[in-house]
């Protein structure tokens, strides 16, 4: 049986097309066999190369395709729960078949990135979400924190974290309740009480003690670049490191590329802003002196040769 699929995937296609495969293992319809010989990669194509030096596997982005396959069963997803890249790892949030099992075997997952992924979906299982609130990473936390899908017992033990990123991150969650909210009005920083106050769920006599924290509405003759800043620096009261990774969220383009430029921007944020899909924004990463060699040697694979580039040259440097 094995052989006859391979045979079947091999003709399929005339010479070695990545794009023919990748549409053979998103489609629901291909034989399980197919999808099984994929997923464990163990279908290299019709003509690999027999220079290289590394040994032939499937191609990483026919097993991405794979992991959004919704026939996948759970015995294929425990497969790819294994898979060596990252990025398939990711994609698995998003697969309807993942049972609590697979959930919890990507929350322990060695990558940080996967263990974010699985925290801000807001499918993942409470008792998945109440490992990940005591995950060894504040990132993870923040991710927990801020999921709709949290429970309220695990905001309560979030928002006594010591950490005030993760307790910012508890004040914005819409579904807190007024206790909770209450409790975070009176928190020593500044940033987690602005961040009650900002919170559509904050009752109006909470807010109405906070009120001098209240960002009034930009005028017409506010620039572009002002209103796509959620508040101005104030040296005195705020923390630069917390007002960069604010800004890195801002729905103005221009905010989030100066923002990944900046040397002083939070190392999570610039992770994060290297899996963008601007290639301007993977570029500023590239391009800040502040990214770590490993971001920077994964840029200098990327997909744009300007941010290759620069990668490339920081890295030299």
């Given amino acids: 049986m094995w052989d006859q699929t391979v045979d079947m995937l091999k003709s399929a296609f005339p010479g070695d097309h990545n794009d023919v495969l990748q549409s053979i293992a998103g489609n629901p319809r291909t034989p399980i066999e197919a999808l099984e010989i994929l997923a464990r990669r163990e279908f290299i194509g019709a003509t690999p ?3 290289s030096i590394l040994p032939p596997t499937t191609d990483d982005s026919i097993v991405r395709s794979l992991a959004y396959n919704p026939s996948l069963t759970p015995q294929l997803l425990s497969i790819l729960v294994q898979d060596p890249c990252v990025e398939v790892r990711v994609c698995l949030v998003r697969h309807p078949n993942l049972t609590e099992a697979l959930w919890l075997r990507l929350a322990e997952d060695t990558e940080i990135s996967v263990r974010e992924a699985v925290a801000a979906a807001i499918n993942s299982p409470v ?3 109440e490992l990940l609130a005591r995950d060894e990473q504040i990132e993870v936390q923040i991710k927990v924190a801020t999921n709709r899908n949290t429970p309220i017992t695990v905001l309560q033990l979030l928002a006594n974290n010591e950490n005030p990123s993760v307790r910012t ?3 914005s969650n819409p579904q807190l309740p007024e206790t909770i909210l209450t409790q975070l009005a009176n928190d020593e ?4 009480r602005r961040a009650v106050v900002q ?4 009752p109006a006599p909470i807010r109405e003690t906070l009120r001098d924290l209240i960002v009034q509405p930009a005028t017409r003759q506010t620039s572009p670049t002002l209103r796509g800043l959620s508040r101005l620096y104030n040296p005195n009261t705020d923390d630069i490191t917390t007002i960069l990774a604010e800004y890195a969220s801002s729905e103005n383009a221009f905010v989030r590329f100066v923002t990944l430029l900046h040397p002083l921007t939070p190392s999570e944020v610039l992770t994060q802003g290297a899996q963008s899909a601007s290639w301007l924004e993977r570029y500023a990463v590239a391009d800040n002196p502040a990214t770590n060699n490993e971001l920077r040697q994964q840029l200098a694979q990327d997909s744009n040769r300007i941010v290759r580039a620069a990668a490339r040259v920081n890295t030299n440097s």
């Fill in 199 to 202: 919170n559509p769920n904050t």
């Fill in 49 to 51: 190369d027999r220079h």
């Fill in 169 to 171: 991150a508890v004040a």
């Fill in 127 to 129: 008792r998945v979400l």
């Fill in 189 to 192: 920083k500044i940033e987690v």
